[in-house]
């Protein structure tokens, strides 16, 4: 990447960590500040969330997200999202009804609206990288070549290939996420994506699935990006949280184990987690992890790093096998 480039996505998370901290520091709730948190991404074009959101094989953009609250174990999520500005607050917004867990699609979004949340036009999560990245992916897909070929005729009135196809590959594919303890011990997790590049149409990722992509507990919370497909066959989050619990592992350990156990499944991607002490983890084998913290131990200042050399606290750990 550019140094610019470099200089955007750092920013980028400096000010998530910041906005998610500020509300902490004010003596705002863990949910608060993982839910501000995470709409700073949703809103920054640069993560794949909200309006950096990754194109599906048909050229839209489908959002997924969740939120726990480690306090009551209550939960919220929302996938299949077209008009929804801020996932993660829908997805808020469905665990405060006290009825349901889980909503998708149209459903959720009259939901949305009905709740008075931002509603945009489908045309305001395009970006020239995005649509890049998915123009490229579409080409090299040869093992759909057929199904992806009719889906994209139907879908779009412009042959694809005109672009300048700059390379985009350092720009953050995965799910944005966050965890917090806040001044009376409570956790709380959340996270949202785009999911995939080129996913089929209608797939469902992790990140809205509670106890693979999130969890939340009075021990430890939980969120998780990479390859969904694998955090939903290990039941990641809960996983680690199980371990915590049961096992009584530190969150350091219990993450790398979860993680090293995935690899060695043919996934990739990485954790944050926070304990009841506020003790925390980073924990991924990717090449790198877009992350950062705020706390005392960072003089109240955000933390952020990128790749797998930059060790930024104790529990940020990178697992090779």
Known sequence: ?????????????????????????????????????????????????????????????????SIMNGQDGSAGAATLLTTVK??????????????????????????AKNQGLDIVDTSYFWTKHRWEQHERGFFNANKVELLVGECYESSHSQKPGKSDS????????????????DAWGNLA??????????????????????????????????????????FIRQGTSRYIASRVN?????????????????????????VICIDSSGRFSMTFCSEGMYRGYCSEKSNHIPVVAIFKDEKIASGDNHITI
């Open 166 to 181: 700059g390379d985009y590959s350092h720009f953050p594919m995965g799910t944005v996420g966050a965890v917090a303890i």
């Open 86 to 111: 801020n996932p993660v607050t829908l997805a808020r917004k469905v665990m405060e009804s006290n009825r349901h867990v889980f909503m998708c699609g149209p459903g959720a979004e009259f939901y």
């Open 246 to 270: 049961l096992l009584k592992e530190k969150a350091r350990i219990a993450s790398a184990m979860a993680i090293a156990e995935m690899k060695k499944m043919g996934g990739d991607g990485g």
């Open 189 to 230: 997790a959340a996270t949202s994506t785009g999911g995939m590049s080129n996913k089929w149409n209608g797939r469902i990722g992790d990140t809205p699935i509670i106890g693979a992509g999130t969890w939340a507990d009075g021990s430890i919370a939980v969120s998780g990006t990479g390859t969904g497909e694998y």
């Open 1 to 65: 990447m550019t140094n610019v480039e470099e200089k955007q996505l750092r920013n980028g998370l400096f000010n998530a960590t910041k906005a998610g901290y500020k509300v902490l520091s004010s003596g705002g709730s863990a949910l608060d500040a993982v839910e501000a948190a995470v709409r700073s991404l949703e809103d920054n074009p640069l993560f794949n969330a909200g309006k950096g959101a990754v194109f599906n094989i048909d050229g839209a953009n489908q959002l997924e997200a």
